[in-house]
């Protein structure tokens, strides 16, 4: 049998793709009659494959990979003009519209690079300064800024994080080998400087959060909702609930809330969708339960919000208890500078909301230093913020401890605990001042 040129197989198969559906059979490229007489059943099944628009494999053996590339390809003879098709115009069904809309929501939502965003906030007329703590050239630190670095920085060292008396039973009933040790450095245990933060945590309590982490960052990991979940918030609790201002502070989860009005954000580069995920808030005294009865909503644009004494709405509970403390999480795979931008966002909202508070213009001096927590996965960092009349500066950061010993949450828990003294006793008088 002659070998069949390649042209011949493309005219071929142009005739099998333009044939009508109710011709029975297509003359093949070459007889096979020898084949016929052998197994007519086998040459019957390749007639029907062939109405189907298919090839049968045992009638039509497969050629090889590189063949089959190549007969895909219809050959012309030599000479012939090559007109090559169009590609395809796109494997998806989007439109232009649907893609500028894609475009304008995506800008809308903040989904900026974590540099861009920064970039943006530090390009406004009244910018906000992200610069390291001790770094004077430019801004210089104030003293509560250093204070606050300072404590926070000695408990990120592990100095004076626990507050045991029998502290021997406490090391026998560690899991951690390496946490039993390390519980029993001289520095790390001072139970008359400890305990007037609060109380000591259960050590089975902060193991289970230990053992969540772990458990969060095998292999691949899970999502940052995993973590929140089984870990941060957890942990958040856990230091409330030990904590001697328990009665007068609440938790929030704020992941699903907006900043509104939008007008509170000085950015211009849209304002991300979801911004923090938890706060510290004080509970509602009996100043600031009969303040909010005189308290007016904003009016923007000719249109009141819903009277607020924060940057949200959507929450009854925060719209009454001031925040004090903000919380940004990211999960283990993310890099925690993705958070700087949206707390600081955040947080800039918020100020702005309270400089609209009834006597907040008769405040001239610097407002307080703010700490500011970002936990991702394990990790969590502090930053401080300080604000003198509109001029706002972040100084970062301090590594504070993490999720992965005992000995290390004990960390977390410390700051948390100092985080929220200076809740109740720096911002609550502040705040109370501002109404």
């Known amino acids: 049998m002659s070998p069949v040129n390649l042209y011949e197989i493309s005219v071929w198969i142009d005739r099998v793709d333009s044939t009508p559906q109710d011709v029975t059979s297509i003359p093949p490229l070459c007889p096979r009659a020898h084949d016929d007489q052998q197994n007519p059943r086998q040459t019957n099944k390749g007639k029907r494959r062939l109405m189907d628009g298919n090839l049968d494999l045992e009638e039509t053996p497969r050629p090889s990979k590189r063949q ?9 003879p030599l000479g012939a003009p090559r007109l090559f098709p169009s590609p395809s115009p ?46 004077i050239e430019e801004h210089e630190e104030r003293v509560d800024v250093a204070t606050m670095r300072d404590a926070i920085q000695a408990f990120a060292d592990g100095v004076g994080i626990l507050g045991y008396e029998d502290l021997h039973t406490v090391k026998a009933s560690l899991s951690s080998t390496m946490d039993r040790s390390r519980f029993g450095y001289s520095w790390a245990n001072n139970c008359t400087q400890r305990l007037t933060y609060g109380a000591m945590p259960s050590i089975a309590c902060l193991e289970d959060i230990v053992r969540a982490g772990w458990n969060n960052d095998r292999g691949t990991g899970t999502s940052e909702d995993d973590w929140n979940t089984d870990v941060q918030r957890p942990l958040i609790k856990l230091a409330l609930e030990t904590c001697k201002h328990k009665a007068t502070l609440n938790i929030h ?3 699903t809330l907006t900043i509104d009005p939008k007008s509170l954000a000085r950015t211009k580069e849209g304002i991300p969708r979801r911004i923090i995920d938890y706060v ?12 909010w009865h005189t308290l007016e909503p904003l009016s923007v644009d000719g249109r009141k919000t819903i009277k607020s004494w924060n940057h949200v709405t959507r929450n009854r509970n925060l719209r009454t208890e001031p925040i004090a403390i903000n919380v940004e999480t990211k999960g283990p795979h993310k890099s925690w500078t993705d958070g700087k931008p949206q707390i600081a966002i955040w947080t800039d909202a918020w100020l702005n909301r309270l400089s609209l508070l009834p006597r907040a213009k008769e405040k001239t001096g610097p407002w307080p230093a703010i700490p500011l927590l970002i936990a991702q996965g394990h990790d969590w960092h502090l930053l401080v913020i300080s604000r003198d009349g509109e001029k706002m500066v972040i100084r970062d950061k301090i590594d504070v401890g993490s999720t992965r010993s005992c000995f290390d949450a004990m960390k977390v828990v410390a700051v948390l605990h100092w985080c929220m003294d200076w809740a109740e006793t720096v911002w609550r008088p502040w705040f109370l001042a501002l109404i």
């Open 68 to 76: 089959r590339d190549i007969i895909d390809v219809a050959q012309l």
């Open 90 to 135: 796109t494997k998806s069904n989007t439109t232009p519209s649907e893609a500028s809309e894609a475009s304008l929501e995506s800008h809308q939502s903040g989904r900026l690079s974590p540099s861009k965003q920064l970039q943006a906030l530090e390009d406004e007329d009244q910018p906000i300064f992200f610069c390291n703590f001790g770094d």
């Open 253 to 255: 989860g704020v992941k």
């Open 280 to 291: 510290v808030a004080l509970k509602s005294d009996e100043i600031t339960k009969q303040a």
